[in-house]
């Protein structure tokens, strides 16, 4: 009976080299399938909750239901089948380290910064929708009884919404208004698809440089809601001139949002101090919910599981709902401890 690969044996080195093998793509989008991985990489770590240690990159979730169908993660199963053939060549890297690696490795590749990352993220089963409570031990050693949880669809950014939408989500995750306007920045990159977001068109002339060209387009052009008589998609903005420029509704909250607004016009002017904090708050979103043991492996259960249930609630958009949403959420955790307790 033969063993299978261990991470122990993977030259992560030449994995990363691979990924940088493969960026080039003549026949997709603009060339480049480097902004569609760094999309899964940021989707994949962006379910995250401190509320219960559920979601992050570790487990790599989204091959499961009902993450893999959420519609905020429509097309990355393209990005996952551009990867296939690496992990097939190095079957001893999880999914979850691969889909973050790649993301990692095409920000630099498109220019960008150097991104903070570090192997040994575990892939995992899913949970069952029933299940006796997930262990509470804080001994790293002993094994967790049950696979990490699929976190519910709703926990990535919606691009229909607010300013006030953003901060439930990025504020669930730990961020700062200037984590939000940092990340918001990846929109350098890639472009919609009317076939997957339903939106379409590009952000920058540019969308295989990573730069700070995002912020500066949303400040110097003039932006109205798209009404051509042929548009039948959900609401965005286009650039009045022939520049012919999108922006999503999220993107314009951060030019409307005075508190957003002045991190956009700060990185408009310094595209280092861009760099440095994107290469920051990305690194540490790949981080997120992984709790490394000794051997440098990650657990395959929720970093601090104090809810046995994923909640399967959506976070609600406003400050005053989100705010009874939380407490409500806290209290049952509290009741659910105290039951694993008795």
Known sequence: MTSSPSSDTV????????IRAILPRPSYDNGNI?????RLAWHSAGTYSKLDGTGGSN???MRFEPESSDAANAGLDVARGFLEPIKLKHPGIS???LWTLAGAVS?????????????????SMPMPEHHPPISTSTNSTQKCPFTRPVPANGRLPDAALDATHLRVIFYRMGFSDRDIVALSGAHSLGMCHTDRSGYDGVWTH???EFSNRFYQVLLDLKWKKRDWDDWTGPEQYMEEGPEQLMMLPTDMALLWDPHFKKYVQVYARDQ???FAD???AFGRLLELGVVRDGREVAASCPARPKVVFVDDARAPHSAIAQESWFARLKKRMALLTRKLKN
């Open 11 to 18: 030259n992560y080195a030449l994995v990363a080299q691979d």
């Open 34 to 38: 480097g902004p569609i991985l760094i």
């Open 59 to 61: 487990g790599a979730t």
């Open 95 to 97: 999914y979850a380290d």
């Open 107 to 123: 920000v630099e590749a498109l220019g960008g910064p150097r991104i903070p990352w570090k192997h040994g993220r575990t892939d």
């Open 206 to 208: 540019y969308p295989n």
């Open 272 to 274: 280092d101090l861009f």
């Open 278 to 280: 994107f290469a920051d």
